[in-house]
C-alpha cells in the first residue's frame, strides 16, 4: 500500500498561481493530478514518469499547468498559472507503481484532494 498526500491549494483571484505538492510514502513510477468539478468528470490534468520524465498534460491546462519532480522520486509538484474560474475543483494526486497508463485508466493509490478556487 501506498499513501499519498497532497498540499497546497486555496483560493486564488483569475490570473493567480498556486503551487500543489504531492508526496507518496514510496518510490513510485508514475505520479499524476487528476480534478473534478461539482457535477463533472474527473479529469487527468497532468501526469509524469518519474524515471523518464515523461510527462503528458490535458489540453485545458498545456502551458499554464507544470508537474516537476521535487528531488525525491516520490515527491512532485504542480505549478498552476494564469488560473482561471474553470480551474475551481477538488485536486487529486495519484500515483502508480508502473508507467502512467492512459489518461482515463485505473491509477492505483489515490491522495485525498486539496480545493483549488479561483474567483474574483
Known amino acids: 500500500q501506498v499513501q499519498v498526500v497532497e498540499s497546497g491549494g486555496g483560493s486564488v483571484q483569475p490570473g493567480g498561481s498556486l503551487r500543489l505538492s504531492c508526496a507518496a510514502s514510496r518510490d513510485t513510477l508514475c505520479m499524476a493530478w487528476f480534478r473534478q468539478a461539482p457535477g463533472m468528470e474527473r479529469e487527468r490534468v497532468a501526469a509524469?514518469?518519474?524515471?523518464?520524465?515523461?510527462?503528458h498534460y490535458a489540453e485545458s491546462v498545456k502551458g499554464r499547468f507544470t508537474i516537476s519532480q521535487e528531488g525525491a522520486q516520490n515527491t512532485v509538484s504542480l505549478q498552476m498559472d494564469n488560473l482561471q474560474p474553470e480551474d475551481t475543483a477538488l485536486y487529486s494526486c495519484a500515483a502508480h507503481p508502473s508507467s502512467c497508463p492512459g489518461a482515463t485508466a485505473t491509477h492505483r493509490f489515490w491522495g485525498q484532494g486539496t480545493q483549488v478556487t479561483v474567483s474574483s
Open positions: 509524469r514518469n518519474i524515471g523518464s520524465g515523461w510527462t
